[in-house]
């Protein structure tokens, strides 16, 4: 595991995608509101979890495992696990959609609040998003108002066993008003930064902020 963060090669996967984006594939054009409808516009329900990632399931053990917070912060830091858990831990049960239709409901996590993250490093007065970067190279942006969400978390368990690898464990961030490809898996490092800028799905056709109630599946969107 180098410092440099490497980039997903494009793949059947990433060319569906990016197909589905130019079509406006699962689009009703229907808008929500979250506070009286549970499901967003598009949606199905499901009772076991599906596995989606772009080809590659990084192993990374919890000895080898750290967190890099750094960019327009105050207290730049670079976690390993121990340092993690002695961060006040976090309990959230929350629901997650998946831009591909799928909602799971009442997800129980633990882990740490992001809001107890930008406390330890301390955000700069011109931080305005954040860039994760995951294990595999992903990448994906938040507006720091999504990141500091009030049930946003850095998840390290799920149902109360520890985050399975093909779910992004050891740790991964967990933003649930927003699509699940911004939750990014295997997280590697927070970066805070000065202006909002694409990530790879968001480089590959996908809306900046991805709101499921407004649909926000795909750029322009």
């Given at each position: 595991?180098?410092?440099?963060?490497?980039?997903?090669?494009?793949?059947?996967?990433?060319?569906?995608?990016?197909?589905?984006?130019?079509?406006?594939?699962?689009?009703?054009?229907?808008?929500?509101?979250?506070?009286?409808?549970?499901?967003?516009?598009?949606?199905?329900?499901?009772?076991?979890?599906?596995?989606?990632?772009?080809?590659?399931?990084?192993?990374?053990?919890?000895?080898?495992?750290?967190?890099?917070?750094?960019?327009?912060?105050?207290?730049?830091?670079?976690?390993?696990?121990?340092?993690?858990?002695?961060?006040?831990?976090?309990?959230?049960?929350?629901?997650?959609?998946?831009?591909?239709?799928?909602?799971?409901?009442?997800?129980?996590?633990?882990?740490?609040?992001?809001?107890?993250?930008?406390?330890?490093v301390a955000p700069k007065a011109d931080a305005a998003a954040v860039m994760l970067t995951s294990y595999d190279g992903y990448t994906t942006n938040l507006l720091l108002a999504d990141f500091a969400a009030e049930d946003a978390i850095l998840a390290h368990s799920w149902q109360n066993e520890p985050l399975a690898t093909e779910h992004g464990g050891p740790?991964?961030?967990?933003?649930?008003?927003?699509?699940?490809?911004?939750?990014?898996?295997?997280?590697?490092?927070?970066?805070?930064?000065?202006?909002?800028?694409?990530?790879?799905?968001?480089?590959?056709?996908?809306?900046?902020?991805?709101?499921?109630?407004?649909?926000?599946?795909?750029?322009?969107?």
């Amino acid at each position: 595991m180098g410092d440099e963060p490497t980039h997903p090669e494009d793949s059947k996967l990433t060319r569906s995608k990016r197909a589905w984006a130019h079509e406006g594939r699962f689009l009703t054009g229907r808008t929500a509101r979250p506070e009286t409808e549970r499901l967003p516009p598009g949606q199905h329900l499901v009772k076991n979890w599906p596995v989606l990632d772009l080809g590659e399931q990084p192993e990374v053990s919890t000895a080898q495992w750290r967190l890099d917070v750094a960019g327009l912060v105050e207290n730049a830091r670079s976690l390993d696990w121990d340092a993690l858990l002695a961060l006040p831990q976090t309990e959230r049960r929350s629901d997650i959609h998946c831009v591909t239709t799928w909602s799971r409901y009442d997800n129980d996590w633990k882990g740490v609040s992001t809001r107890d993250v930008m406390d330890m490093v301390a955000p700069k007065a011109d931080a305005a998003a954040v860039m994760l970067t995951s294990y595999d190279g992903y990448t994906t942006n938040l507006l720091l108002a999504d990141f500091a969400a009030e049930d946003a978390i850095l998840a390290h368990s799920w149902q109360n066993e520890p985050l399975a690898t093909e779910h992004g464990g050891p740790v991964r961030l967990v933003v649930p008003h927003l699509y699940l490809w911004k939750s990014a898996k295997w997280l590697k490092r927070i970066e805070f930064i000065g202006s909002d800028r694409a990530g790879f799905w968001e480089q590959n056709g996908y809306h900046m902020r991805g709101d499921p109630w407004a649909e926000q599946r795909y750029a322009d969107d």
